[in-house]
C-alpha cells in the first residue's frame, strides 16, 4: 500500500500519540485536531486520503463532522474515505456508522494490525 496522509480527528492526546506512531510504523504520515470542528476547517486546507474519526469529542463530535463532510460531497462530487473509531464498541455499530456514511470502522484500543487491514479494506489496497 502506498504512504497515505491520514487526517486524525481524536480529543485524547495519548490516543493521538498512539495513533500517529501506528501511522509511521505502517509508512503512513497523520495531522492530527482535536474535535470535529477542527477537522472540517483541516480539511477545507489540507487534502488527506483518509480521516480517521473520533465519534466521542468536545464540540463537534465525529458523527456530526461526518454529516458535514458528506454534506460537503454533494456539491464537489468528491468522495473521502472516513473511518470512524471508538471505545464503545457495542453490537451494531459497524452497521449504524455505515448508515451514517462511514466507510469503516476500528474499535478503540485500536490495534495496528486493525487499522492497517481497515485502511487497505477502505481504499482497496
Known sequence: MRALKVLVAEDNTINQRLVIAMLNALGHTGVVVGDGDKALKCLSKLT????LMDVM?????????LAAIRLQEQATG??????????????????????????GYVAKPIDQNALQAELQRVLGG
Open 57 to 65: 469529542m468536545p464540540q463537534m463530535d465525529g458523527l456530526e463532522a
Open 78 to 103: 468528491i468522495h473521502l474515505p472516513i473511518i470512524m473509531a471508538t471505545a464503545h464498541d457495542e453490537p451494531g455499530d459497524r452497521a449504524r456508522y455505515k448508515k451514517a456514511g462511514a466507510d
Open 48 to 51: 488527506f486520503d483518509v480521516v
